[in-house]
């Protein structure tokens, strides 16, 4: 069982930068990839961001190509999501996620998740 929690979140100016840490701990079986997602209230989940834990390919999706990073630490139990320029179409609660799969075509589809943490919520006023 992996348990997955998420900091970092908060409210910032636009144009300003965050950055999302998940922490992982529990087993590291079947952590393949991991997985950023935000919800807004109303809205479907949706993929921001993946990588690869083996292979570090990263996966973007294109409202945040450019300006957000997602990396792992070396110990592979922590993955941050660097977020510079910030717009207010960003704000949103931001989740963490594991898969047993590579990223690689499966990584914006939230049902591969098998592992999910608790979500912090980032505002980014105008």
């Known amino acids: 069982q992996v348990q997955l929690r998420e900091s970092g979140g908060g409210s910032v100016e636009a144009g300003g930068s965050l950055r999302l840490s998940c922490v992982a701990s529990?087993?590291?079986?079947?952590?393949?990839?991991w997985g950023w997602f935000r919800q807004v209230p109303g809205k479907e989940r949706e993929g921001v961001a993946a990588i690869t834990t083996n292979t570090g390919s990263s996966y973007y999706d294109d409202s945040v190509k450019g300006r957000f990073t997602i990396s792992q630490d070396d110990a592979k139990v922590t993955v941050y999501l660097q977020m510079n320029s910030l717009k207010p179409e960003d704000s949103a609660m931001y989740s963490c996620a594991v898969a047993p799969y590579s990223c690689e075509n499966i990584w914006t589809h939230f049902p591969n998740y098998n592992a999910w943490g608790q979500g912090t919520q980032v505002t980014v006023s105008s």
């Open positions: 529990g087993s590291t079986y079947r952590r393949n990839c």
